[in-house]
């Protein structure tokens, strides 16, 4: 389903941000006050959450039209994507071993990428925003972070949202790549 912004909704892909939000919401209420890839989690799936709203019509928020369009601007999804690069990058300047803090600041950019490509940019002059090399380049590096800690630690967190998630976007990029090479042949 297509409809306003070029965001596609699926199911799927919104029970995995609905498990990314649980168990990052989960890790903030045991570690609220130690910044971490689990803060830049839960304002990712946020700013996932504002762009599947920007994309449909949802009836109940023509009442609350201020509260609608500050949810679904541009301008909150970025400034959300911001606080998951920082939160993230805060995480991994403290513990530089690979992981799903790694994984998340690539997460959050890669939902950058989305953004920008989302806004009215003109595609001739920004291929590399094009690309969807570039995208499951930045989603595999995120999936290849947050398996690493998945092999160490198998207790549901928010590494596991965060492997979710890129595998997701590591899905979606491949179909990307193919339907590419299917218009160029």
């Not at 953004?115 to 570039?134: I, Q, R």
């Not at 930045?138 to 290849?144: C, E, K, Q, S, V």
């Not at 965060?162 to 590591?170: R, W």
Request: with cysteine; hydrophobic share 45%; charged share 20%.
């Amino acid at each position: 389903m297509r409809t306003g912004f070029r965001h596609k909704i699926h199911p799927i892909h919104l029970g995995i941000t609905g498990y990314a939000g649980y168990v990052a919401l989960k890790e903030l209420n045991e570690e609220l006050y130690d910044l971490g890839h689990h803060h830049g989690l839960a304002m990712l799936v946020a700013s996932r959450l504002c762009r599947t709203l920007a994309t449909i019509e949802n009836k109940a928020m023509h009442e609350l039209p201020s509260l609608k369009k500050m949810l679904v601007a541009q301008t909150t999804m970025h400034v959300l994507c911001a606080g998951a690069v920082v939160a993230a990058g805060w995480e991994v300047y403290n513990d530089i071993k690979p992981g799903g803090h790694h994984g998340m600041v690539l997460l959050a950019i890669h939902e950058v990428h989305e953004l920008l490509e989302e806004a009215d940019w003109d595609p001739k002059h920004h291929k590399a925003l094009h690309s969807a090399t570039l995208k499951f380049v930045i989603a595999g590096g995120a999936l290849a972070c947050a398996v690493a800690e998945l092999v160490e630690d198998l207790v549901p967190g928010a590494h596991h949202g965060v492997a979710l998630l890129a595998a997701s976007h590591v899905w979606s990029s491949i179909g990307l790549i193919r339907a590419a090479r299917k218009a160029r042949s």
